[in-house]
């Protein structure tokens, strides 16, 4: 083979495997998910307890878990429901693997969860619960409040440099794993 043909089968064979090489490094962090991945994961309404309730897909947030699996977050709009499910609940996740959250292994499923903000003018965390469709409590943690955010959202995924993430409710967060 001369040096020309072994340079355009080399071109070939890394233009081919580039993508993957990239993939296979990603699989070792999160990674947040956009466009249309996102737009087709996104589920109208979400059913916990028997009810239908509409999902925000403007607070919500597709991840790539360092499996290769996906995760949804998504808050979840309670008015007009009864005062045990405004009360209980203020998002979902939906996961095709396992994540840790609150240390507590959440294997591939559908869940809704619960944030409680600490007292008006207290500066301390608040607690994060973890339900089954069936309303069920899985989990609860406490949450840590991070001041340094500039403009916190009502719902986000933030990852770190290092790979790791958090999960936002305001100010308010938990490490995902």
């Excluded at 990674?31 to 737009?39: L, Q, R, S």
Aim: with cysteine.
């Amino acid at each position: 083979m001369t040096k020309a043909g072994l340079l355009v089968s080399s071109l070939a064979i890394a233009a081919v495997l580039g993508p993957c090489a990239n993939r296979a490094l990603a699989q070792h962090s999160f990674e947040i998910v956009t466009g249309k991945p996102f737009d087709s994961a996104m589920p109208k309404d979400f059913y916990l307890e028997g009810s239908a309730i509409p999902t925000e897909k403007r607070n919500a947030a597709l991840i790539r878990l360092p499996s290769g699996a996906r995760a949804l977050f998504a808050l979840i709009d309670t008015t007009g429901y009864s005062s045990d499910i405004v009360a209980k609940y203020v998002g979902m996740l939906i996961t095709e693997g396992d994540i840790t959250l609150c240390g507590h292994t959440v294997s591939v499923g559908s869940y809704g969860f619960g944030w409680t903000h600490p007292a008006t003018g207290v500066e301390g965390g608040g607690k994060f619960s973890l339900y089954d469709q069936s309303g069920a409590k899985l989990t609860e943690c406490a949450t840590s409040r991070d001041a340094q955010i500039k403009q916190p959202r009502p719902l986000q995924v933030v990852i770190a440099s290092g790979g790791s993430a958090r999960l936002y409710y305001g100010r308010q967060n938990i490490e995902l794993k």
